[in-house]
């Protein structure tokens, strides 16, 4: 393809995905949602029942064409900023700071220590990071928003851990600490209950923001449908 061509389609382009716009917006003035909804989940998400979510909203506007990814919070951010995605639910630590995409809180999580059930801390109820320093860890991999929690509280506090195992997925985790090869530090919602792993308090621990994100610029019809329907929990009187 010639570099013209490239230009060509690329305007062809821009201008099929206007022209949908221009249809879905006029649709949505007459008071129906159409369109498409691409929408970025992360395997840790706790703070929305996204399954039900999506299954409400597909029965509200069942003309709106829905699709599912699941990946990272950075890279969600980075799709909804070049409008490659609509609406993200994102895990960072409670320092983030999240540019070029709106968001709405959806959770704030402190996360707990987990530890196999023959493991000499599993009989504490609350600890500290300092009682875990001598511990081998099991974390999501290095450098990813799953894992910058962990990370930043025990650099907050001029504390070392080893992370020998790495894993994507919290089932793997779990499976680790099970067998007591290592201890985690995970949001208390995906620990099922298993007589097999206990959970602990930790006082100075990581703390972990859920967030729904958008695009900061003129969100879709179906977007913004999907917005107004997901609302934080009620918070206890």
């Keep these: 393809m010639t570099f013209v061509a490239g230009v060509l389609e690329l305007v062809e382009y821009g201008e099929t995905r206007s022209a949908e716009r221009a249809v879905n917006d006029a649709a949505a003035s007459a008071g129906r949602i159409r369109g498409t909804l691409t929408i970025g989940v992360i395997p840790?998400?706790?703070?929305?029942?996204?399954?039900?979510?999506?299954g409400d909203f597909h029965e509200a506007h069942p003309e709106v064409r829905i699709t599912l990814r699941t990946g990272g919070s950075d890279e969600f951010i980075t799709a909804i900023a070049e409008g490659r995605m609509d609406v993200a639910v994102l895990g960072l630590p409670e320092s983030a700071s999240v540019k070029g995409v709106r968001t709405r809180t959806l959770a704030r999580q402190n996360l707990v220590a987990v530890v196999s059930a023959d493991h000499p801390l599993a009989h504490r109820r609350r600890l500290r990071?300092?009682?875990l320093t001598e511990e081998t860890f099991v974390d999501f991999p290095a450098g990813t928003p799953g894992r910058a929690p962990s990370d930043r509280a025990f650099q907050a506090r001029g504390l070392f851990?080893?992370?020998?195992?790495?894993?994507?997925?919290?089932?793997?985790?779990?499976?680790?600490?099970?067998?007591?090869?290592?201890?985690?530090?995970?949001?208390?919602?995906?620990?099922?209950?298993?007589?097999?792993?206990?959970?602990?308090?930790?006082?100075?621990?990581?703390?972990?923001?859920?967030?729904?994100?958008?695009?900061?610029?003129?969100?879709?019809?179906?977007?913004?449908?999907?917005?107004?329907?997901?609302?934080?929990?009620?918070?206890?009187?």
């Design 44 to 54: 840790t998400v706790t703070a929305v029942d996204l399954p039900a979510a999506i």
């Design 129 to 131: 990071l300092e009682n």
């Design 161 to 237: 851990r080893e992370v020998a195992f790495e894993a994507t997925s919290t089932g793997l985790i779990l499976d680790l600490v099970r067998h007591d090869l290592a201890v985690a530090l995970l949001a208390p919602d995906v620990v099922p209950a298993d007589d097999r792993l206990r959970t602990i308090e930790v006082a100075n621990g990581p703390v972990r923001i859920e967030y729904l994100a958008w695009s900061d610029f003129n969100p879709s019809p179906a977007a913004q449908a999907f917005l107004d329907q997901i609302r934080p929990p009620a918070t206890p009187a």
